[in-house]
Protein backbone atom coordinates (compact mmCIF):
# COMPACT_ATOMS: atom_id res chain seq x y z
CA UNK A 1 0.00 0.00 0.00
CA UNK A 2 1.48 3.54 -1.39
CA UNK A 3 2.14 5.53 1.96
CA UNK A 4 0.76 9.46 1.86
CA UNK A 5 3.80 11.88 2.61
CA UNK A 6 3.90 13.80 5.31
CA UNK A 7 2.74 16.79 3.43
CA UNK A 8 -0.44 14.86 2.35
CA UNK A 9 -1.27 14.26 5.48
CA UNK A 10 -1.06 17.72 7.05
CA UNK A 11 -3.11 19.13 4.20
CA UNK A 12 -5.63 16.63 4.55
CA UNK A 13 -6.02 17.26 8.01
CA UNK A 14 -6.21 21.14 7.65
CA UNK A 15 -8.68 20.49 4.57
CA UNK A 16 -10.75 18.07 6.93
CA UNK A 17 -10.29 20.86 10.11
CA UNK A 18 -11.91 23.80 7.78
CA UNK A 19 -14.34 21.46 6.27
CA UNK A 20 -15.61 20.20 9.94
CA UNK A 21 -15.92 23.63 11.52
CA UNK A 22 -18.78 24.59 11.09
CA UNK A 23 -20.63 21.50 11.04
CA UNK A 24 -18.79 21.13 14.83
CA UNK A 25 -19.67 25.15 15.68
CA UNK A 26 -22.85 24.16 14.66
CA UNK A 27 -22.75 20.68 16.50
CA UNK A 28 -21.71 21.93 19.78
CA UNK A 29 -22.77 25.36 19.28
CA UNK A 30 -19.92 26.88 22.01
CA UNK A 31 -21.60 30.38 21.16
CA UNK A 32 -25.15 30.91 20.81
CA UNK A 33 -26.81 34.27 20.00
CA UNK A 34 -30.35 36.23 19.92
CA UNK A 35 -31.12 36.31 16.38
CA UNK A 36 -31.01 40.00 14.29
CA UNK A 37 -34.95 40.34 13.85
CA UNK A 38 -35.11 43.50 11.73
CA UNK A 39 -34.25 47.31 11.45
CA UNK A 40 -36.11 48.84 14.45
CA UNK A 41 -37.83 52.33 13.03
CA UNK A 42 -36.82 55.40 12.91
CA UNK A 43 -38.25 57.45 15.29
CA UNK A 44 -38.52 61.22 16.59
CA UNK A 45 -40.89 61.31 19.67
CA UNK A 46 -41.27 64.27 22.49
CA UNK A 47 -40.15 63.53 25.96
CA UNK A 48 -41.45 63.91 29.33
CA UNK A 49 -39.30 67.24 29.86
CA UNK A 50 -40.61 68.39 26.26
CA UNK A 51 -37.13 67.47 24.67
CA UNK A 52 -36.90 65.58 21.50
CA UNK A 53 -35.94 61.87 21.16
CA UNK A 54 -34.87 60.46 18.69
CA UNK A 55 -33.68 56.82 17.17
CA UNK A 56 -30.45 58.30 16.67
CA UNK A 57 -30.18 59.28 20.60
CA UNK A 58 -30.65 55.83 21.30
CA UNK A 59 -27.81 54.59 19.04
CA UNK A 60 -24.88 52.70 21.20
CA UNK A 61 -27.32 51.93 23.59
CA UNK A 62 -29.56 48.62 24.46
CA UNK A 63 -33.11 49.90 24.19
CA UNK A 64 -36.51 48.27 25.79
CA UNK A 65 -39.67 50.14 23.86
CA UNK A 66 -43.08 49.60 25.60
CA UNK A 67 -46.47 50.78 24.59
CA UNK A 68 -48.79 52.31 27.05
CA UNK A 69 -50.43 55.39 27.73
CA UNK A 70 -50.09 57.87 29.96
CA UNK A 71 -53.43 58.04 32.06
CA UNK A 72 -53.34 54.15 32.78
CA UNK A 73 -54.01 53.60 36.42
CA UNK A 74 -53.29 49.75 35.92
CA UNK A 75 -49.77 49.05 35.23
CA UNK A 76 -50.08 49.19 31.78
CA UNK A 77 -51.00 45.71 31.80
CA UNK A 78 -47.68 45.29 33.04
CA UNK A 79 -46.08 47.10 30.62
CA UNK A 80 -44.92 49.85 32.79
CA UNK A 81 -44.68 47.41 35.89
CA UNK A 82 -42.02 45.01 34.03
CA UNK A 83 -40.09 47.98 32.82
CA UNK A 84 -39.99 49.07 36.37
CA UNK A 85 -39.02 45.89 37.43
CA UNK A 86 -36.33 45.99 34.85
CA UNK A 87 -34.66 49.34 35.61
CA UNK A 88 -34.19 47.93 39.17
CA UNK A 89 -32.55 45.41 37.75
CA UNK A 90 -30.14 47.00 35.66
CA UNK A 91 -27.81 47.57 38.88
CA UNK A 92 -27.35 43.79 38.73
CA UNK A 93 -26.18 43.70 34.78
CA UNK A 94 -22.09 43.26 34.79
CA UNK A 95 -20.19 45.97 33.34
CA UNK A 96 -23.14 48.41 33.72
CA UNK A 97 -23.82 48.33 29.56
CA UNK A 98 -25.98 51.20 28.24
CA UNK A 99 -29.39 50.52 28.31
CA UNK A 100 -32.35 53.01 27.94
CA UNK A 101 -36.04 52.29 28.45
CA UNK A 102 -38.57 54.32 26.50
CA UNK A 103 -41.85 54.06 27.10
CA UNK A 104 -44.19 54.82 23.46
CA UNK A 105 -47.41 56.74 24.10
CA UNK A 106 -50.08 55.83 21.53
CA UNK A 107 -52.19 58.61 23.09
CA UNK A 108 -51.04 62.22 21.83
CA UNK A 109 -53.97 63.78 21.92
CA UNK A 110 -54.16 63.35 25.86
CA UNK A 111 -49.81 63.00 26.44
CA UNK A 112 -48.80 65.92 26.59
CA UNK A 113 -45.77 66.67 28.81
CA UNK A 114 -46.87 67.60 31.87
CA UNK A 115 -48.98 64.09 31.81
CA UNK A 116 -45.94 62.05 30.94
CA UNK A 117 -44.06 63.27 33.35
CA UNK A 118 -46.27 62.20 36.19
CA UNK A 119 -47.21 59.27 34.52
CA UNK A 120 -42.61 59.11 34.77
CA UNK A 121 -42.80 59.80 38.35
CA UNK A 122 -45.47 57.45 39.10
CA UNK A 123 -43.56 54.82 37.68
CA UNK A 124 -39.85 55.77 39.14
CA UNK A 125 -38.67 56.20 36.02
CA UNK A 126 -35.24 57.40 36.22
CA UNK A 127 -34.00 60.29 34.11
CA UNK A 128 -31.49 59.55 31.46
CA UNK A 129 -32.64 55.90 32.37
CA UNK A 130 -36.33 55.64 31.43
CA UNK A 131 -37.82 58.02 29.48
CA UNK A 132 -41.86 58.61 28.74
CA UNK A 133 -42.14 59.59 25.19
CA UNK A 134 -45.10 60.98 22.39
CA UNK A 135 -45.08 60.45 18.84
CA UNK A 136 -46.16 64.15 17.29
CA UNK A 137 -50.01 63.13 16.50
CA UNK A 138 -52.21 60.39 16.23
CA UNK A 139 -51.47 59.57 12.60
CA UNK A 140 -47.54 59.69 13.57
CA UNK A 141 -48.65 57.26 16.42
CA UNK A 142 -50.64 55.28 14.65
CA UNK A 143 -47.86 54.78 11.75
CA UNK A 144 -45.09 53.46 14.94
CA UNK A 145 -46.86 51.85 17.12
CA UNK A 146 -49.53 50.40 15.38
CA UNK A 147 -47.66 49.67 11.70
CA UNK A 148 -43.58 49.59 12.42
CA UNK A 149 -43.83 48.15 15.84
CA UNK A 150 -46.85 46.17 15.22
CA UNK A 151 -48.63 46.70 18.60
CA UNK A 152 -52.48 46.57 18.48
CA UNK A 153 -54.45 49.07 20.43
CA UNK A 154 -57.49 50.86 20.05
CA UNK A 155 -59.89 53.42 21.77
CA UNK A 156 -62.98 52.40 23.07
CA UNK A 157 -66.01 54.46 22.80
CA UNK A 158 -65.76 55.15 26.99
CA UNK A 159 -62.10 56.80 25.93
CA UNK A 160 -60.38 53.91 27.41
CA UNK A 161 -57.64 51.78 25.72
CA UNK A 162 -57.49 48.21 24.73
CA UNK A 163 -54.41 47.44 23.55
CA UNK A 164 -51.57 44.28 23.66
CA UNK A 165 -49.18 44.41 26.03
CA UNK A 166 -45.41 44.66 24.34
CA UNK A 167 -42.18 44.97 24.97
CA UNK A 168 -39.23 44.86 22.28
CA UNK A 169 -35.77 44.83 22.88
CA UNK A 170 -33.46 46.71 19.78
CA UNK A 171 -29.59 46.59 20.24
CA UNK A 172 -27.08 49.70 19.84
CA UNK A 173 -27.16 49.06 16.19
CA UNK A 174 -30.42 50.00 16.00
CA UNK A 175 -31.55 46.04 14.88
CA UNK A 176 -34.69 44.47 16.61
CA UNK A 177 -33.45 41.56 18.75
CA UNK A 178 -36.51 40.19 21.22
CA UNK A 179 -40.65 40.69 20.94
CA UNK A 180 -42.40 39.72 24.19
CA UNK A 181 -46.21 39.97 23.09
CA UNK A 182 -47.20 37.01 24.71
CA UNK A 183 -48.81 36.64 28.35
CA UNK A 184 -47.36 39.31 31.17
CA UNK A 185 -43.90 40.11 30.43
CA UNK A 186 -41.05 38.55 32.23
CA UNK A 187 -39.07 40.83 33.70
CA UNK A 188 -36.03 38.71 34.60
CA UNK A 189 -36.36 36.81 31.14
CA UNK A 190 -35.53 40.48 29.67
CA UNK A 191 -32.80 41.68 32.33
CA UNK A 192 -31.27 37.77 30.92
CA UNK A 193 -31.71 38.64 27.19
CA UNK A 194 -30.28 41.92 27.55
CA UNK A 195 -27.20 40.20 29.62
CA UNK A 196 -26.31 38.16 26.80
CA UNK A 197 -26.49 41.27 23.97
CA UNK A 198 -23.98 43.14 26.44
CA UNK A 199 -21.74 40.12 27.01
CA UNK A 200 -22.29 40.33 22.29
CA UNK A 201 -21.69 43.50 22.25
CA UNK A 202 -18.35 44.07 24.50
CA UNK A 203 -16.55 40.53 22.33
CA UNK A 204 -13.59 41.44 20.78
CA UNK A 205 -10.82 39.74 18.63
CA UNK A 206 -11.60 35.92 18.44
CA UNK A 207 -14.92 35.80 20.57
CA UNK A 208 -15.85 38.68 17.90
CA UNK A 209 -15.50 35.95 15.15
CA UNK A 210 -17.14 33.35 16.85
CA UNK A 211 -20.28 35.44 17.56
CA UNK A 212 -20.64 36.55 14.02
CA UNK A 213 -20.35 32.69 12.69
CA UNK A 214 -23.36 32.13 15.64
CA UNK A 215 -24.91 34.92 13.26
CA UNK A 216 -24.12 33.55 9.81
CA UNK A 217 -24.63 30.14 11.28
CA UNK A 218 -28.37 30.15 12.86
CA UNK A 219 -26.62 29.30 16.52
CA UNK A 220 -29.54 30.53 18.32
CA UNK A 221 -30.21 31.03 22.01
CA UNK A 222 -33.41 29.54 23.41
CA UNK B 1 -11.65 -12.00 -34.87
CA UNK B 2 -10.29 -12.86 -31.46
CA UNK B 3 -9.40 -10.03 -29.22
CA UNK B 4 -5.75 -10.98 -27.60
CA UNK B 5 -6.01 -10.77 -23.95
CA UNK B 6 -2.40 -8.86 -22.78
CA UNK B 7 -1.86 -11.26 -20.28
CA UNK B 8 2.00 -9.96 -19.06
CA UNK B 9 0.30 -6.07 -19.46
CA UNK B 10 -2.66 -7.07 -16.73
CA UNK B 11 -2.09 -6.04 -13.12
CA UNK B 12 -2.79 -9.58 -10.86
CA UNK B 13 -5.32 -8.88 -8.47
CA UNK B 14 -2.82 -9.56 -5.73
CA UNK B 15 -0.86 -6.63 -6.88
CA UNK B 16 -3.94 -4.08 -7.14
CA UNK B 17 -5.44 -4.95 -4.09
CA UNK B 18 -2.90 -2.28 -1.85
CA UNK B 19 -2.52 0.49 -4.60
CA UNK B 20 -5.15 3.49 -4.11
CA UNK B 21 -7.12 3.82 -7.19
CA UNK B 22 -6.67 6.95 -8.90
CA UNK B 23 -10.05 7.76 -9.62
CA UNK B 24 -11.30 7.21 -6.24
CA UNK B 25 -8.22 8.93 -4.69
CA UNK B 26 -8.90 12.24 -6.91
CA UNK B 27 -12.45 12.08 -5.98
CA UNK B 28 -11.85 12.00 -2.38
CA UNK B 29 -9.53 14.83 -2.80
CA UNK B 30 -11.83 16.80 -4.93
CA UNK B 31 -14.85 16.75 -2.34
CA UNK B 32 -12.47 17.55 0.76
CA UNK B 33 -11.48 20.22 -0.73
CA UNK B 34 -15.40 21.44 -2.00
CA UNK B 35 -15.89 20.87 2.03
CA UNK B 36 -12.70 22.77 2.83
CA UNK B 37 -13.91 25.73 0.70
CA UNK B 38 -17.35 25.55 1.86
CA UNK B 39 -16.37 25.97 4.81
CA UNK B 40 -14.08 28.75 4.84
CA UNK B 41 -16.35 30.26 3.10
CA UNK B 42 -18.75 30.26 5.95
CA UNK B 43 -16.00 30.84 8.92
CA UNK B 44 -14.50 33.98 6.24
CA UNK B 45 -17.73 35.59 6.40
CA UNK B 46 -18.50 34.97 9.68
CA UNK B 47 -15.39 36.31 10.64
CA UNK B 48 -15.81 39.33 8.13
CA UNK B 49 -17.60 40.86 10.97
CA UNK B 50 -14.66 41.34 12.93
CA UNK B 51 -14.20 44.80 14.22
CA UNK B 52 -10.42 45.43 13.12
CA UNK B 53 -11.39 43.93 9.71
CA UNK B 54 -14.43 46.40 8.62
CA UNK B 55 -15.06 50.03 9.68
CA UNK B 56 -19.19 49.99 9.65
CA UNK B 57 -21.34 47.35 11.51
CA UNK B 58 -21.52 44.26 9.12
CA UNK B 59 -25.10 42.66 9.82
CA UNK B 60 -24.70 39.05 9.53
CA UNK B 61 -26.60 37.42 7.88
CA UNK B 62 -27.96 40.00 5.71
CA UNK B 63 -31.14 41.40 6.08
CA UNK B 64 -34.40 41.62 4.55
CA UNK B 65 -35.50 44.61 3.88
CA UNK B 66 -39.76 45.71 2.62
CA UNK B 67 -40.29 46.71 -1.32
CA UNK B 68 -40.66 50.35 -1.77
CA UNK B 69 -40.74 52.38 -4.39
CA UNK B 70 -39.43 55.77 -4.93
CA UNK B 71 -39.48 58.45 -7.62
CA UNK B 72 -36.44 59.86 -9.43
CA UNK B 73 -36.72 62.54 -12.00
CA UNK B 74 -36.14 59.78 -14.35
CA UNK B 75 -39.05 58.16 -13.27
CA UNK B 76 -39.98 55.61 -11.21
CA UNK B 77 -37.53 53.46 -8.69
CA UNK B 78 -38.22 50.38 -7.29
CA UNK B 79 -36.01 48.73 -4.38
CA UNK B 80 -36.03 45.61 -7.18
CA UNK B 81 -34.10 48.06 -9.25
CA UNK B 82 -31.08 48.32 -6.92
CA UNK B 83 -30.76 44.30 -7.08
CA UNK B 84 -27.33 43.16 -9.01
CA UNK B 85 -25.17 46.21 -7.56
CA UNK B 86 -24.29 46.82 -4.08
CA UNK B 87 -26.28 50.13 -3.47
CA UNK B 88 -25.48 52.26 -0.60
CA UNK B 89 -28.18 54.46 0.63
CA UNK B 90 -28.09 58.22 1.95
CA UNK B 91 -30.70 59.66 3.54
CA UNK B 92 -30.96 63.65 3.62
CA UNK B 93 -32.43 67.00 1.79
CA UNK B 94 -31.29 69.31 -1.05
CA UNK B 95 -30.90 72.68 1.77
CA UNK B 96 -28.96 70.58 4.05
CA UNK B 97 -26.05 72.91 4.91
CA UNK B 98 -23.83 70.65 6.08
CA UNK B 99 -23.74 66.35 6.73
CA UNK B 100 -25.53 66.36 3.65
CA UNK B 101 -22.83 67.15 1.10
CA UNK B 102 -20.41 66.26 3.23
CA UNK B 103 -21.42 62.48 3.74
CA UNK B 104 -22.35 62.64 -0.73
CA UNK B 105 -18.80 64.15 -1.15
CA UNK B 106 -17.14 61.72 0.83
CA UNK B 107 -18.89 58.83 -1.20
CA UNK B 108 -18.00 60.31 -4.17
CA UNK B 109 -14.54 59.70 -3.23
CA UNK B 110 -15.20 56.57 -1.69
CA UNK B 111 -16.29 54.97 -5.18
CA UNK B 112 -13.28 56.62 -7.13
CA UNK B 113 -11.13 55.36 -4.64
CA UNK B 114 -12.11 51.74 -5.82
CA UNK B 115 -11.44 52.35 -9.26
CA UNK B 116 -13.27 50.67 -12.06
CA UNK B 117 -14.55 48.18 -9.45
CA UNK B 118 -16.49 51.34 -8.09
CA UNK B 119 -18.60 50.37 -11.19
CA UNK B 120 -20.67 48.03 -9.30
CA UNK B 121 -21.16 50.79 -6.20
CA UNK B 122 -24.61 52.47 -7.11
CA UNK B 123 -25.21 55.58 -4.48
CA UNK B 124 -28.69 56.17 -3.44
CA UNK B 125 -29.55 59.66 -2.39
CA UNK B 126 -33.10 60.04 -0.51
CA UNK B 127 -34.80 62.90 0.39
CA UNK B 128 -36.26 64.01 3.74
CA UNK B 129 -37.70 66.62 2.99
CA UNK B 130 -40.38 65.66 -0.38
CA UNK B 131 -42.32 68.89 0.29
CA UNK B 132 -39.26 71.08 -1.11
CA UNK B 133 -37.49 68.19 -2.86
CA UNK B 134 -39.34 66.88 -6.44
CA UNK B 135 -37.49 63.87 -7.80
CA UNK B 136 -36.62 66.65 -10.73
CA UNK B 137 -34.25 67.96 -7.68
CA UNK B 138 -33.55 65.25 -5.65
CA UNK B 139 -31.87 64.01 -8.58
CA UNK B 140 -30.20 66.92 -10.35
CA UNK B 141 -28.44 67.17 -6.31
CA UNK B 142 -27.42 64.25 -6.48
CA UNK B 143 -26.10 64.00 -9.44
CA UNK B 144 -24.30 67.35 -9.01
CA UNK B 145 -21.76 65.43 -6.78
CA UNK B 146 -21.78 62.93 -9.11
CA UNK B 147 -23.29 61.88 -12.38
CA UNK B 148 -23.97 58.11 -11.95
CA UNK B 149 -25.49 58.98 -8.24
CA UNK B 150 -29.47 58.30 -8.01
CA UNK B 151 -31.60 60.57 -5.95
CA UNK B 152 -35.05 59.92 -4.84
CA UNK B 153 -38.07 61.54 -4.00
CA UNK B 154 -41.80 60.92 -3.34
CA UNK B 155 -44.67 61.33 -1.20
CA UNK B 156 -44.58 62.15 2.42
CA UNK B 157 -45.62 59.02 3.26
CA UNK B 158 -43.68 56.99 0.87
CA UNK B 159 -40.73 58.55 2.58
CA UNK B 160 -41.51 58.18 6.23
CA UNK B 161 -42.45 54.62 5.40
CA UNK B 162 -39.02 54.04 3.40
CA UNK B 163 -36.89 56.12 6.04
CA UNK B 164 -38.39 54.38 8.98
CA UNK B 165 -37.84 50.48 7.26
CA UNK B 166 -33.86 51.87 7.69
CA UNK B 167 -34.02 53.21 11.02
CA UNK B 168 -33.79 56.81 10.10
CA UNK B 169 -35.36 59.54 11.52
CA UNK B 170 -36.37 62.88 10.09
CA UNK B 171 -38.41 65.62 11.46
CA UNK B 172 -38.17 69.62 10.61
CA UNK B 173 -36.24 71.28 13.17
CA UNK B 174 -37.56 73.74 15.90
CA UNK B 175 -37.25 77.49 13.99
CA UNK B 176 -33.94 78.82 14.84
CA UNK B 177 -33.61 82.86 16.10
CA UNK B 178 -32.51 84.61 13.27
CA UNK B 179 -30.60 87.53 14.86
CA UNK B 180 -28.66 88.68 11.49
CA UNK B 181 -30.63 88.73 9.00
CA UNK B 182 -29.53 85.62 7.45
CA UNK B 183 -29.05 81.42 7.56
CA UNK B 184 -27.28 80.58 10.68
CA UNK B 185 -26.21 77.47 9.16
CA UNK B 186 -25.11 78.77 6.12
CA UNK B 187 -27.88 76.83 4.29
CA UNK B 188 -29.42 77.20 1.09
CA UNK B 189 -33.13 79.32 1.04
CA UNK B 190 -35.94 77.55 -0.72
CA UNK B 191 -37.58 80.86 -1.92
CA UNK B 192 -38.74 83.64 1.18
CA UNK B 193 -37.73 83.19 4.78
CA UNK B 194 -41.06 81.28 5.62
CA UNK B 195 -40.28 78.58 3.75
CA UNK B 196 -37.04 78.36 4.86
CA UNK B 197 -36.35 75.41 7.66
CA UNK B 198 -34.09 72.82 8.61
CA UNK B 199 -34.50 69.02 8.79
CA UNK B 200 -32.79 67.10 11.86
CA UNK B 201 -32.21 63.19 10.01
CA UNK B 202 -30.01 60.43 10.74
CA UNK B 203 -26.40 60.60 9.44
CA UNK B 204 -26.67 57.01 9.34
CA UNK B 205 -25.28 55.20 5.57
CA UNK B 206 -26.53 52.05 4.96
CA UNK B 207 -25.28 49.07 2.27
CA UNK B 208 -27.14 46.85 0.80
CA UNK B 209 -25.93 43.55 -0.89
CA UNK B 210 -26.78 42.33 -4.50
CA UNK B 211 -29.79 40.90 -3.52
CA UNK B 212 -31.16 44.13 -1.80
CA UNK B 213 -30.62 42.97 1.75
CA UNK B 214 -29.16 45.09 4.22
CA UNK B 215 -25.30 44.17 4.86
CA UNK B 216 -23.64 46.84 6.76
CA UNK B 217 -24.28 50.34 8.52
CA UNK B 218 -22.17 53.45 9.12
CA UNK B 219 -23.34 54.31 12.39
CA UNK B 220 -20.71 57.16 13.25
CA UNK B 221 -18.66 59.52 10.49
CA UNK B 222 -16.42 57.21 8.02
CA UNK B 223 -13.69 58.27 5.81
CA UNK B 224 -13.76 57.85 1.65
CA UNK B 225 -11.08 55.58 2.38
CA UNK B 226 -12.40 53.46 5.48
CA UNK B 227 -15.88 53.55 3.38
CA UNK B 228 -13.69 52.30 0.10
CA UNK B 229 -12.48 49.77 2.50
CA UNK B 230 -15.49 48.28 3.12
CA UNK B 231 -17.17 48.59 0.10
CA UNK B 232 -14.73 46.15 -1.56
CA UNK B 233 -15.18 43.90 0.89
CA UNK B 234 -18.89 43.94 -0.40
CA UNK B 235 -18.00 43.88 -3.72
CA UNK B 236 -15.88 40.46 -3.40
CA UNK B 237 -18.64 38.92 -0.42
Keep these: MTRLRPWQIALAAVLLVVAAAPAAFVAFRPVTVIPRLSVAPGLALTDEDGRRLTSDDLKGHMTLYGFAHGTCADGCRGVVSAMAAVQEGLAELPGAPPVRLVTVSFDPANDAPATLQAAARAAGARPGTWSFAVPTDTTAARRLVGEAFGVWYERQADGAFRYDPVLVLVDGLGIRRVEYRLGAPDPQRILGHMRELAVEARAGGAMRFAYEAAHFLSCYSN | ?237
Design chain 2, 1 to 237: MTDSIAGPRETPPSARRGRPRPALLWASTALLVALAAAGGLVVGRAGAGDAGALHGSLIEPPMPVPEFTLASGDGPVSSADLRGTVTVLFFGYTFCPDICPFTLQRLRQARELLGPAGDGVRVVFVSVDPERDTPERATAYARGFDPSFTGLSGSPQAIADVASSFGIFFARAAPQEDTDGGNAAGGDRAGGDDDFYLVDHSATILALDRDGRLRLIWGGPATAEEMAADLRFLLSD
